[in-house]
């Protein structure tokens, strides 16, 4: 018996760091809110072109606006989540590059806030042999458009417009991760578009809720089993 409850066991052990560890992979940290105060700590903290208080961050927590460039319905008061509920992704206050990990993912246009009339935004396949860009939102999309994607294998983010290109994972990054620490499986991320821009990250911004892929749950049956098994091989 015991060798056939040790194997579960194991799994039991491993289900928790999947069920509470971030579906967002990469080079980082979560760090807890900064004042937002556009002083370049961290990355995404910056002077933006669409007005003095309107990067990532503010349109994020709150004091966003007035700003100009607001398309597809974005709100000018931002979504005011406020920053003792969110925490942001770096290394050490840089730009760092992530995937997402298998499961199922919803994703919300929240907002755009850019100069640019066009935009392309989705994901592709990092660890494929020939990365396919498969589209989620353009300019065509509104605040509030969502889309869900369910992959058993990760996934990376990007945004194209024109002849320029930024992704979450690998070179040409460009895309920033946030975490809603009040609902621990909602996530933003902010987009930026061009390579000489402003980079205050707030292009496209979307959001995103994750459910893990069955398995994990999967695991998680597997091992209280197996505690009901111990528990009955000790009796």
Known sequence: ????????????????????GSPIIGGGTWASWPVVNNDNVPFWDRVSSDGAACNVGYFL?????????????????????????????????????????PGEWTFTLEGRIAGSSTFQV???????????????FNESDWKGDTVTVASSQPIALYLMDGPYFFRSYGSDLGVAAFHNT????????????????DWDMNDVVLSAHYVPEPSTYVMIGAGLAALGLMRRWRA
């Not at 989705?122 to 989620?136: C, D, H, R, S």
Request: charged content about 10%; proline content about 11%.
């Open 182 to 197: 009040q609902m621990p499986l909602t996530f933003y991320f902010g987009f930026e578009d061009r390579p000489q821009g």
């Open 61 to 101: 927590a709150g004091s966003f606006g007035p700003c100009s460039n607001l398309k597809n319905g974005t709100p000018a008061s931002g979504l005011e989540i406020g920053g003792e509920n969110l925490e942001f992704y770096s290394n050490n206050n840089a730009i760092t590059g992530f995937y997402l990990a």
């Open 1 to 20: 018996m015991r060798v056939r409850v040790i194997p579960i066991l194991m799994a039991l052990a491993a289900a928790p760091a999947l069920v509470v």
């Open 122 to 136: 989705g994901y592709y396949y990092p660890f494929g042999p020939t990365p396919v860009l498969i589209p989620l």
